[in-house]
Structure formats: C-alpha cells, structure tokens
C-alpha cells in the first residue's frame, strides 16, 4: 500500500510536466514492428508499384506533376495543409485544423491503412519532409515514407513515368493528433538551459549567425541553439539525403548527444523538418519536435518595454494566436490586439513585458 501511495504521488508530481519529462525520456514516436521504413528508394517503389495499400503524392509544381509522374500518383497541393501567409490573421504554414488536413488526404486517397509514398518533382525537399511531418501529426507517420531522390532519382534509373491522372478512391481517416512534436514558444523558453534538450536551428549559417537577415528587425538565433543548416544534410549534386555515417557526422558536430531530445526550428517550419526526418530515421522512426509556423523564433522571447519616447512608429507583429499592430507616437505607446479578428484590446505598453512568435 504504501508503495502505491508513493507511486500516486510521484505520478501527480509528474503530470504538470509531461511535456517536458516524457518526451526526453523516450522517443517521441517509438518505433513499431509495423512500422514502415521512412526512407525508401527508387527500386523498392518499382517493386512495390502495384501494391493494393500504396498511395504515391508527388510534391511540388503543379506543371512538373503534369510533365510526368510516377504511375498512379496524386499531385498534393501544398499549401492545402498549411496556412497562408494572410497579412496577421494567422502565421504562415501553421498547421490547419485537423479535420482540413482529414479530408485533403482522404480525397487523394489515403486511409489508416495505406502506405504513403512522398516524393519532389525537382528539388522541393523540405516541403516533402513537411508533408511526412504534418502525416506524422496526424498519426499516419508510421505508415508514411519519403522517396530519396524524388522524380528526379526515378527517372535515372529509367523507371517508367506517366501523364495519366487517376481518379483516386476516397480514403478514411481516422485521426490520433500527436501534438507532442509540435513545440511551441512557450515549451522551447522552459527548456533553454536543460542539458537533455538540443535545439538546432535548420537555417544557413548566415542567418544563423546574424550576418545576413529575411528584413525582419533583428537577426541571430535562440539562446544556446547550435546550427546544422537543412542544406547540409542533402547531397547538393542530386537531391538525395546524405549517408547515414555523414548523417550522425553532422549531429554529432551540431552537439546532438546520444539519448537527447532534439527540437528543431527555421524560418517558418519547414526547413527544420528536414532536420527532423532524417534525425528520427537514424533513431529508428523516433520523429522530434519541430518549432512549427515560427519565422525567426530568436524573437520568441523578445520582451518589450516601451517606455521611453518615441517618434513616429508603426510596428507589426503576431503572437501565437493574435496579432498586434503597435503605434507609438508618444508614451506610453498603445497595442491594438486583435485576437484572430474577434476580439479588440488596448492596453498600454509601458512596463509591459511579453513574449511573441513572428514578425510577418
């Protein structure tokens, strides 16, 4: 009994940190016997072309798809599982509703059973590895592969393509939402400094290291975040992802130990994917966090006191779900806040003390 009681407690003490306990004492999505391979090559797709459960998406330009695609593949809209870029009302390529992303892969036709094949038309690889995150999201990761090479690998090895577009048989879908890979700012700022937890920041060096910017304000990086770029981790020459032996070379030389966990981030979630995906298949189908939907997350923490004067000033910026627009023209300055459009709020800036998400 009394060992009961003490395992009671420990379990109460450790729900409030779920979050930030279990995902670095275990994978965040451990690998199954069923699962299938993350990574597959043009020769197992043509041996497995006919399979009854295989589902083929090509990523990428729409007229690439319509030159030629494998046989039977479904061009995926990209931006249908994403959000746009919609001037303050919500960040761009954050994830949708889950019942959005639901029905664009039924119509194409995958269910709970299909095996999902990805694949690039020319060299869009981290939209496909976005693709393969969002699926994992969705629970599907499991039965999601990506084709390395893309189109391009495909037709050097002289496979067959094709103009023919087939009406796909509707899948269904019944989704698990895993939203222990998606983290957020808020997540990211209480594990700054826990030696368990290696952030990466995906973008190219100069970006990374504050030498060139997008034209937001401010340049740099998260606090303590080590840089292994998303070009880094792909052979330049072919699209393809490097050797497993170069793979772990990279984390290794970014400061990724053994058994951490690894949260990665770029402009606005989608290069960091690549990241992500070849991290989980060195680790066996173990998909890590992405900091999704975030441009230039060194500004997640960026606390503002605006309490001296100022002259003439407009500034536009999002939180996590509102945005701002900031007019400064003397002090204390005022935030109009319009929370996704529903809701409006003023409050006065001085001493105020916040975090944020994104510029654009």
Not at 90 to 101: A, N, Y
Not at 134 to 160: C, F, K, M, Q
Not at 172 to 185: F, G, L, M, N, T
Request: glycine content about 8%; proline content about 6%.
């Amino acid at each position: 009994m009394k060992k009961l009681l003490l395992s009671a407690l420990l379990l109460m003490l450790l729900l409030p940190g779920t979050f930030s306990i279990a995902q670095e004492k275990a994978p965040a999505n451990p690998p199954t016997a069923s699962r299938e391979p993350m990574l597959v090559t043009v020769d197992w797709v043509a041996d497995h072309l006919n399979d009854p459960s295989l589902v083929l998406l090509q990523i990428g330009e729409k007229k690439d798809y319509d030159k030629g695609h494998i046989p039977g593949a479904q061009f995926l809209e990209y931006e249908s599982i994403s959000t746009p870029h919609n001037h303050g009302v919500t960040l761009m390529l954050e994830l949708p509703p889950v019942e959005q992303l639901v029905s664009v892969f039924e119509r194409l036709g995958v269910s709970n059973h299909s095996h999902v094949i990805l694949y690039f038309g020319t060299n869009w690889v981290s939209p496909t590895t976005r693709v393969y995150w969002t699926l994992d999201y969705l629970g599907l990761g499991d039965r999601t592969s990506i084709l390395n090479g893309g189109l391009v690998a495909w037709e050097a090895a002289h496979h067959p393509v094709s103009n023919e577009v087939k009406q796909p048989v509707k899948g269904s879908i019944a989704p698990a939402p895993r939203k222990e890979i998606v983290a957020d700012a808020d997540w990211v700022s209480a594990h700054l400094n826990q030696p368990a937890v290696t952030i990466i920041d995906a973008r190219t060096h100069e970006f990374y290291n504050g030498s060139q910017s997008d034209g937001n304000p401010r340049s740099g990086h998260i606090p303590g975040a080590t840089n292994l770029a998303y070009l880094d981790v792909v052979d330049q020459d072919n699209n393809k992802f490097k050797s497993a032996d170069a793979l772990k070379d990279l984390f290794r030389g970014a400061g990724l130990k053994p058994g951490n966990m690894m949260v990665s981030y770029c402009h606005i979630g989608q290069r960091a994917t690549v990241n992500t995906f070849l991290h989980g298949h060195l680790e066996g189908g173990s998909v890590f966090p992405v900091l999704a939907g975030k441009t230039l997350p060194h500004f997640l923490f960026l606390q503002l006191s605006l309490c001296s004067s100022f002259s003439r000033f407009h500034f536009t910026f999002l939180f996590s779900n509102f945005s701002c627009s900031l007019h400064a023209t003397s002090t204390p300055a005022q935030f109009r806040c319009s929370l996704r459009g529903s809701m409006m709020k003023e409050v006065s800036a001085c001493r105020l003390k916040t975090k944020r998400g994104e510029v654009r």
